[in-house]
């Protein structure tokens, strides 16, 4: 698995360096107010720069909160799990120990000798 996500990282990598070396370059906007990115080939994107910084920060925002979340919710999914687990151990024990305190009273021992 670690070995998948080097490889992964290293892609990334890869990709944004051409991207970036790609567009080094400032190349003059068609339209005024907009800057002008360069995809592949000869395909070129007029963005309007808050957009574009907007989308950057999202890019790296969105997969980290994901992340996040799915981490939060495995580990409510096994602390919940944990704690039936307990509750299910300490309501044995209580039915099979009657002297164990907080024992339903129909367990506990009576004083009554016969």
């Given at each position: 698995?670690?070995?998948?996500?080097?490889?992964?990282?290293?892609?990334?990598?890869?990709?944004?360096?051409?991207?970036?070396?790609?567009?080094?370059?400032?190349?003059?906007?068609?339209?005024?107010?907009?800057?002008?990115?360069?995809?592949?080939?000869?395909?070129?994107?007029?963005?309007?720069?808050?957009?574009?910084?907007?989308?950057?920060?999202?890019?790296?925002?969105?997969?980290?909160?994901?992340?996040?979340?799915?981490?939060?919710?495995?580990?409510?999914?096994?602390?919940?799990?944990?704690?039936?687990?307990?509750?299910?151990?300490?309501?044995?024990?209580?039915?099979?120990?009657?002297?164990?305190?907080?024992?339903?009273?129909?367990?506990?021992?009576?004083?009554e000798q016969p």
């Open positions: 698995m670690q070995m998948l996500r080097t490889i992964f990282w290293v892609v990334v990598a890869v990709a944004l360096a051409l991207f970036t070396k790609a567009n080094w370059e400032a190349a003059a906007p068609i339209i005024p107010g907009r800057v002008a990115v360069k995809l592949w080939g000869d395909a070129v994107m007029e963005a309007r720069l808050p957009i574009l910084i907007l989308f950057a920060f999202l890019l790296g925002l969105v997969p980290t909160w994901a992340w996040g979340s799915a981490v939060k919710w495995r580990l409510r999914r096994r602390l919940a799990s944990a704690e039936r687990a307990l509750e299910s151990i300490t309501t044995q024990q209580r039915a099979t120990d009657p002297a164990m305190p907080g024992a339903p009273a129909s367990l506990a021992p009576s004083s």
